[in-house]
DNA sequence: CGCAAGGTTGACTAGTCTCAATCCTTGTGG
DNA sequence: CCACAAGGATTGAGACTAGTCAACCTTGCG
């Protein structure tokens, strides 16, 4: 059941009484296990290449997490940039601003993803980084990766392979944004959140959506109401199911063609 | 189809006579001054934090040259990925493209500026690399840029922060492509180039647009009509003077604001 | 000189946005 | 436990932006 995954991943959820809980339970959590070497998403952020030796210096680099809680920013732009992060738990998305107050998000980042390397370049973080559910992250202070870069060859190509695949994830965005209509736009963005449900290891079918259709809409360059328009085709279409913030894929390759 | 882009790749293409002319000039450049040292656009793609030594070695590293003629490509998608490129001279675009045909340029790369680092994350490229005009690159071969990484701080840095640079640029364009009617897409391209210009020390208010209407199209998400459209409109409104692709840019104060 | 590629402009159309009303879900306080 | 408030989602009608198709113009080059 969607609501049992959510219990799962999330120790903890909204309501009053459970506030102190989620704090404890981040606590605990982050002395308790902390270990890459143990992590489950182990494979998903750190290079599977290491040698225990190293592996066991890089659990040193990342020996704290820090809880978000929904809303909350994680880092925002112009912060002076200090460590990047991968996500333990819950899931982000960025964004960066115009002076005018129009967003664009660019990029949603799910558990296991490793976020803020927009702040390298600069020494400061170009985009804002908002917790979409209450979550927790493992930071790694970026002084430090970069010290063991120097050292240890694979966790260098590991870095420089991270921040080209975010180079090349930006560029498939863009390919969205400038050649797609909106219907392909919230397609391919549907496709794209199973496949990433899926190597996490959950249905890639059914799922629920962590952020608003506003939130979706300024990542897929479109209005709310266009991106509920999209929805509400696609399911008379029979290609989803759509309840909220629950989703079905019924047909993908349907989806795919659109 | 295939074929063409296979000769494309070597130098020895197409019609005869001035062939030999363009041949000749780039190997005279190449074996004449091909030294980061005394390059003169050693600060906008060498560290400049690189101590006597490293520079040496460095140069070593990038040894060869290779010109590019207009509309040629010096990468395609799928290449195996082998080097990264400096521009020496001349410019290039970089596209993605869909499998129905539609293109999105995801670049526009002016002298001293690095292409090519979208292969790093799969040890191929995602993009084609198309020359704009009669081109010329420096080879930056990854292998050898990679070990040097290893002894070198300095080189390690500066390889994360052009990586990181070009994730920012690739955010702002994003926020263009999702955000912006098409007369500020234009506007703000416009300004972006003429900093750039500003940089490499042309005039930022007089320049030559190296791109078709097409191209500018597919990098701004919008049809090349209605990039002419725009262009024409910013002339009526005073803000800019086109004939063709020379522009001169007239009030760039009124071009920010649009 | 003539052709081909690139650029401009106009008329019409399609797709997305805007504004507004209504519904649904979720969390809160009585 | 229920009622209500508030934020989020859906749907409709009309406005407007950018796309499409087509004609024509300009430029560079063989």
Redesign the interface.
């Known amino acids: 059941m969607l609501l049992e995954r959510d219990f799962a991943r999330d120790a903890s959820t909204s309501s009053a009484s459970d506030e102190m809980s989620w704090e404890t339970c981040t606590r605990k959590i982050s002395s308790a296990q902390t270990r890459c070497s143990t992590c489950s998403l182990r494979s998903a952020c750190v290079p599977n290449t290491l040698t225990a030796q190293e592996l066991e210096r890089f659990d040193a680099i990342v020996s704290t997490t820090r809880p978000v809680k929904r809303g909350e920013a994680l880092y925002r732009a112009h912060d002076p940039f200090q460590s990047i992060y991968a996500v333990r738990a819950g899931s982000f998305k960025t964004m ?1 601003m ?1 002076r005018d107050g ?3 998000v ?1 990029g949603f980042y799910l558990a296991g993803e490793v976020l803020g ?6 020494e400061r973080h ?2 804002d980084a908002i917790a979409l559910e209450d979550s927790s992250v493992c930071i790694m202070p970026y002084s430090l990766l ?1 010290s063991m ?2 050292d240890s ?1 694979q966790l ?2 590991q ?10 994830r ?6 969205l ?3 797609m209509s909106a219907e392909q736009r919230v397609a391919t963005f549907l496709l794209n959140l199973s496949s990433r449900m899926r190597e996490r290891g959950y249905s890639a079918a059914e799922f629920n959506l962590r952020m608003t259709r506003e939130e979706m809409g ?4 479109m209005k709310l109401e266009t991106v509920s328009r999209m929805f509400s085709k696609l399911q008379r279409d029979g290609l989803v199911e759509t309840r909220g913030k629950k989703i079905r894929i019924v047909d993908p390759n349907a989806l795919a063609a659109v």
């Open positions: 960066v115009h129009r967003e664009q660019t390397l927009d702040g390298v370049c600069a170009s985009s970069e870069c120097a060859k260098q190509q870095m420089l392979r991270t921040m080209s695949n975010e180079i090349v930006e560029s498939s965005l863009m390919m944004l400038g050649t300024n990542y897929l360059g």
